[in-house]
C-alpha cells in the first residue's frame, strides 16, 4: 500500500513539474525549434517570394553553396574573426584574473566590478563606441596617433579591410573578456593555498607556481571555455552587423553575414537557409567536441 501510494506521489510530482517546464517548452519550440524545422526544409526548395509556385530542388542550394567561393571566404573570415578574438580574450582574461585573485589586492570588488562592466553594455552600444573611437574625422585614436607623431594624418580605419578587421575583433575582444574573466576567477578560487604554500617551501618562484600550479589545474576550465567562446564567436552576427556590415567590400563579412546577405539580397532563400543549415553542423561539431571534453574531465575527477 505504501509503494502504492508512493508511485501515485512520484507520477504527481512528475507530472506537475512538467506542466512547470511546459510553457517553456511551448515558447522554445516556437521560436527555435520550429524556425529550424521550416529552414530545413526550405533549404532543398527554390523558395522566394517572386515565386508562385515552390518546387523540390534536392540538394542543389547546398551544391550551389558548397561549390561558391564567397562561402569559404565567408568561412575563413569567420575563423580569422574568432580565433582572433579567442587568444586573446584567454591571455587577457587569465592575466586578469590572476591579478584580480592576488592577496596583496585592495578593493578586490571595486577593481572586479570595473573588469565585469564591458559584458554589462549591449552590443550595439559597443559597436558605436568603437565607431566613434575610430573615426577618421573625430576620432580621439586618429588625434592621439597624431599627438604622439605616430601618423601624419588621420587614418581611415573603418575604410581599410585590415583595420575594419582589426577594430572589429578588438571591440569584441574588449566586450568577451569579462566572461573569459569570471570563468577563470571562479576557477582560481576553487584551487587550495595547499599547493602555493607547499611550493613557496620548495623555493618555486611565482612564475614557476603559475606554470606548474594554476595553468595546469586552469587547463580543463581555459578548454570548455574556449570552445564555449569559440562557437558563440563564430555564430556571432550582431557586432559585426553594426559595425561594418560586411564591408569595406567582403573583407569583415562573416558566415552569419554572408547567409544573411544571400537570402535577402535576392530573395533567395532557399540558398540562405542551405548556409545556416551548413553553420549549424559546423558548431554542431564543436559542441560534440565540447560535450567530449566534458565528459572526459568528469571521469577524471571522479
Known amino acids: 500500500m505504501e509503494k502504492t501510494n508512493a508511485n ?3 507520477r504527481k510530482m512528475a507530472v506537475e513539474g512538467f506542466l512547470l517546464y511546459l510553457p517553456a517548452i511551448i515558447i522554445i519550440a516556437g521560436i527555435v525549434i520550429y524556425p529550424m524545422i521550416f529552414a530545413f526544409q526550405m533549404s532543398f526548395t527554390n523558395f522566394r517570394p517572386t515565386i508562385k509556385t515552390v518546387k523540390i530542388i534536392g540538394l542543389a542550394n547546398y551544391l550551389d553553396v558548397l561549390t561558391d567561393g564567397g562561402f569559404w571566404r565567408a568561412v575563413y573570415r569567420s575563423l580569422v574573426f574568432t580565433i582572433g578574438c579567442l587568444i586573446p580574450q584567454i591571455v587577457l582574461g587569465l592575466t586578469m ?7 596583496m589586492l585592495k578593493c ?9 562592466t564591458p559584458w554589462l553594455i549591449p552590443t550595439v552600444a559597443v559597436a558605436m563606441i568603437f565607431r566613434f573611437l575610430f573615426n577618421d574625422i573625430y576620432g580621439i585614436v ?3 596617433l597624431i599627438w604622439l607623431k605616430c601618423i601624419d594624418k588621420p587614418y581611415a580605419w573603418m575604410a581599410n579591410e585590415y583595420g575594419a578587421m582589426f577594430i572589429l575583433i578588438l571591440a569584441n575582444v574588449w566586450r568577451g573578456t569579462p566572461l573569459m574573466l569570471t570563468m577563470f576567477l571562479a576557477a582560481l578560487q576553487g584551487i587550495s593555498t595547499d599547493f602555493y604554500e ?3 617551501v620548495d623555493g618555486a618562484s611565482p612564475w614557476t607556481q603559475f606554470l606548474k600550479i594554476t595553468l595546469p589545474l586552469l587547463m580543463p576550465v581555459v578548454m570548455v571555455s574556449g570552445i564555449l567562446r569559440f562557437i558563440w564567436t563564430f555564430n556571432f ?13 567582403e573583407s569583415t563579412q562573416t558566415t552569419p553575414l554572408y547567409a544573411y546577405t544571400r537570402a535577402f539580397s ?19 561539431f564543436f559542441a560534440l567536441v565540447y560535450f567530449f571534453i566534458r565528459q572526459k574531465q568528469e571521469k577524471i575527477y571522479r
Do not use: C, Q
Request: aromatic share 12%; hydrophobic share 50%; proline share 5%.
Open 8 to 10: 501515485i506521489s512520484n
Open 97 to 103: 584574473a590572476h591579478l584580480l585573485n592576488h592577496p
Open 108 to 116: 578586490k570588488m571595486l577593481f572586479r566590478g570595473l573588469a565585469i
Open 142 to 144: 586618429n588625434y592621439i
Open 198 to 200: 607547499a611550493a613557496r
Open 237 to 249: 552576427y550582431d557586432l559585426p552587423w553594426v559595425m561594418t556590415g560586411g564591408g569595406p567590400g
Open 266 to 284: 535576392g530573395y533567395r532563400f532557399g540558398e540562405g537557409s542551405a548556409i545556416t543549415i551548413l553553420l549549424f553542423i559546423i558548431l554542431i
